[in-house]
Nanobody, 127 residues
Framework: VQLVESGGGLVQAGGSLRLSCAVS????????LGWFRQAPGKEREGVAA??????ASYADSVKGRFTISQDNAKNLYLQMNSLKPEDTAMYYC???????????????????????WGQGTLVTVSS
């Protein structure tokens, strides 16, 4: 299983970015995919997650600004609008076939407890 994130970069506050996560080799037919982020010196937090039925969950801090989606090829996306400096972090995607989206977001322990995860893409929002 391989998850590869892309789309991170430097953006000014109020701007937008779209993150992508290319998923390959993941054979479960029902699963949840999620985005996590970790800023320097802070704990990792769940940002958004979605399952194969399209049910999505979001952290309160990003509701109304971020939108998670997936395509038929199992690739995952995160559209981030109205970005704030506090959104600056390394963003990771992860997959698990046993957790509902809302439960996946609560997994702040080691990512290796999940089925698969990526290496991350850095998002920097300048003020």
């Amino acid at each position: 299983v391989q998850l590869v994130e892309s789309g991170g970069g430097l953006v000014q506050a109020g701007g937008s970015l779209r993150l992508s996560c290319a998923v390959s080799g993941y054979t479960y037919s029902r699963y949840s995919l999620g985005w996590f982020r970790q800023a320097p010196g802070k704990e990792r937090e769940g940002v958004a997650a979605i399952d194969t039925d399209g049910r999505a969950s979001y952290a309160d801090s990003v509701k109304g600004r971020f939108t998670i989606s997936q395509d038929n090829a199992k690739n995952l996306y995160l559209q981030m609008n109205s970005l704030k400096p506090e959104d600056t972090a390394m963003y990771y995607c992860a997959a698990d076939h046993q957790l509902a989206p809302w439960w996946l977001l609560l997994q702040t322990g080691p990512l290796n407890a999940l089925d698969a995860w990526g290496q991350g893409t850095l998002v920097t929002v300048s003020s």
